[in-house]
């Protein structure tokens, strides 16, 4: 065939991978494979959570069947309820739009952090919090990756920007679990945990949840600062003496001495938490973090454009309804389409609200947030 003819050698032998290689009644993956385990059945769901049951602190929270969902479910066979919640989280299209969203600098750079992989250091902080504590790693993972799915483009300041179209106010946490990823028919212990990760809402009802809503902190502090010193925000030797005694200016040392600091914690009191050392520490950063990179001049200034451009589209939308996609106007009244209206710029990643704002609105290049790579 011509397409064969000119297939370059790699395209070659890519394509030969088609099929992989047959051996006493099964097909693996390299003509050489020799990796194998003792024949036998694969563990089921219930023998998992007999070793749960077995393995797991007292407190931490067991997996049950189906798990305590809005909507009955069948049981998986192999998987635990926290898994399959977990797993529909990994490929959740809100998930995936964390990609395209603001962590602290708008529409960042090749280094910087976004919302999808601020949301891995939250899982990868949890996780390890989780693994030494003995608690349900499954639930950890499920909920530190969920936990900012109801996030808006250009950051917290996107809070602001919804919240006057919001009964109540728009909470990123809340949103999140009521809203963006309810389609997902998640657990109850899973959705506490999203929407209870922050600390100005009330506690949640795990501790696997107390666990995330502390790697939530720890890692975007860590992490928000890291990015700051590698776009010449700060100098890593401004940090205050207190929190650079206990852990240091890099974030590797960091996060060791926070993780260390709740494990040794929680593991004297049984409570989760942080010892007093380790607590002050955090809250110096976070407080350095908050005067020397969140509430600088420049941020502040792109706090107010991005709250201009969200509440123009919202404005927008809900005069012309047309414009809003079918699957989220199922009520035509004026607050099922402000709703809508709301639901649908909640969930746009910062190129897609910007192209909007200048296809639909004319905005001018000037009034943009800045550092959007918008075009002309």
């Known amino acids: 065939m011509q397409a064969e003819r000119d297939l370059t050698e790699i395209e070659s032998a890519w394509g030969a991978t088609m099929h992989g290689h047959s051996e006493q009644g099964i097909e693996r993956a390299h003509q050489d494979s020799h990796a194998s385990v003792a024949p036998g059945k694969a563990m089921e769901r219930e023998a998992r959570e007999a070793v749960e049951e077995a393995t797991l602190r007292p407190g931490a929270t067991r997996s049950q069947g189906a798990g305590d969902r809005l909507t009955e479910e069948a049981p998986d066979h192999t998987r635990t309820c926290f898994e399959r919640d977990r797993d529909r989280i990994l490929h959740a299209a809100s998930f995936r739009r964390l990609a395209g969203k603001t962590q602290v600098f708008v529409f960042p750079d090749d280094h910087q952090r976004t919302r999808l992989t601020h949301a891995l250091e939250v899982t990868q902080v949890a996780r390890s919090v989780s693994w030494a504590l003995g608690l349900n790693v499954p639930l950890t993972e499920a909920i530190a990756l969920g936990h900012d799915c109801g996030h808006g483009p250009g950051g917290h300041a996107s809070e602001d920007a919804l919240a006057p179209y919001v009964e109540g106010g728009f909470n990123h946490a809340v949103w999140g679990a009521d809203v963006t990823l309810k389609p997902l028919n998640l657990c109850s212990q899973t959705l506490d945990g999203i929407r209870n990760h922050s600390w100005s809402r009330p506690a949640p009802q795990t501790p696997e949840g107390e666990v995330v809503s502390w790697a939530d902190r720890i890692a975007y502090v860590c992490h928000d600062f890291e990015d700051a010193v590698t776009a010449g925000v700060v100098r890593a030797d401004e940090l205050p003496e207190e929190v650079r005694s206990f852990c240091g200016t890099s974030r590797r ?75 989220l106007l199922v009520d035509d009244s004026e607050a099922g389409v402000r709703h809508a209206a709301v639901r649908w710029v909640a969930g746009m990643t910062d190129r897609y609200a910007i192209n909007c704002a200048q296809d639909w609105l004319g905005f001018d290049a000037d009034a943009l947030p800045r550092g959007i790579d918008a075009p002309g």
Request: charged fraction near 20%.
């Open 253 to 327: 040392t960091q996060l060791a001495g926070f993780i260390g600091s709740m494990i040794e914690a929680t593991e004297r009191t049984g409570l989760i938490g942080m010892t007093p050392q380790g607590a002050s520490a955090l809250s110096a950063f976070r407080a350095f973090n908050y005067e020397s990179i969140y509430l600088r001049d420049e941020s502040r200034d792109q706090a107010h454009r991005v709250v201009t451009v969200l509440q123009a589209l919202v404005e927008h939308l809900s005069a012309d309804p047309a414009r809003l996609p079918a699957r």
